[in-house]
C-alpha cells in the first residue's frame, strides 16, 4: 500500500516532556512536510523538506525539530512540551513543486 | 506572504440544496489551487486541483470556479447531501519556490436532511 503513514494516532503527555512523531510515505516522493492543526481547524505550515532544503515557518517555536534519516522518513520532536502545543499534526508529501499532496491520518496531541 | 481568507466559517444547508464557499488570496503570481474535505477525525482529502484562470471545472458532485483576475477561488457543492458534511478548506501553492500550501481557514458545512 501506497501512502502516508503517522504513528502514533493520539499521544497524551505531561507539560516539559519530549515527544517524537513519526511520519513514513511509500508514494517515491520527494518533499515531505509537516503542518499544525490547531482546535479551531486552522492548518499552519511547520517545516517543508526535500532531502536538500529544510524549510522552517519563522513562526514555530525553537522547541520543535524535523529529523529524517532519508527522504521517505520526516520525524517530528518537541523537545518540552506547553499546552498550547496540543494540535493535530499532519504529516505529507508531493513529488516536486506544486504536485499534489498527500496527507497522513494525523497525530493529535493532548498535553496536560 | 500569501494570504488566503475563506467564507463562509459555517455553512448550513438543506439536503438537495447548493453550499458555496469562496477562497481570496493576495499574491497574483500564485498559480495553483486546491480543495480539500476533510470529514471528522480524518485527514485532509484532496477534491480537485486546478491552474488555469477562469475555469469551470467539474467534480463529482461540485464545481470549481478559478477566476485569477479576481483572485478568487470557489467551490459550489450542487445538491448537497448529508455525507457531504465536513470541513472544507481551500489551499494556494506559494509561488515563493518553497512547495508550501497555504490553507484558508475552513468552512464547516452540515447538509440537513
Redesign the interface.
Known sequence: ETAVFQTPNYHVTQVGNEVSFNCKQTLGHDTMYWYKQDSKKLLKIMFSYNNKQLIVNETVPRRFSPQSSDKAHLNLRIKSVEPEDSAVYLCASSLGANSDYTFGSGTRLLVI | GEQVEQRPPHLSVREGDSAFITCTYTDPNS??F?WYK?EPG???Q?LM?VFSSTEINEGQGFTVLLNKKDKRLSLNLTAAHPGDSA?Y?CAV?ASS???????G??T?LTVMP
Open positions: 498559480y495553483y486546491f476533510q480524518a485527514s485532509l484532496l486541483k470541513a478548506f501553492s519556490g518553497s512547495w508550501q500550501l497555504i490553507f481557514s475552513g464547516q
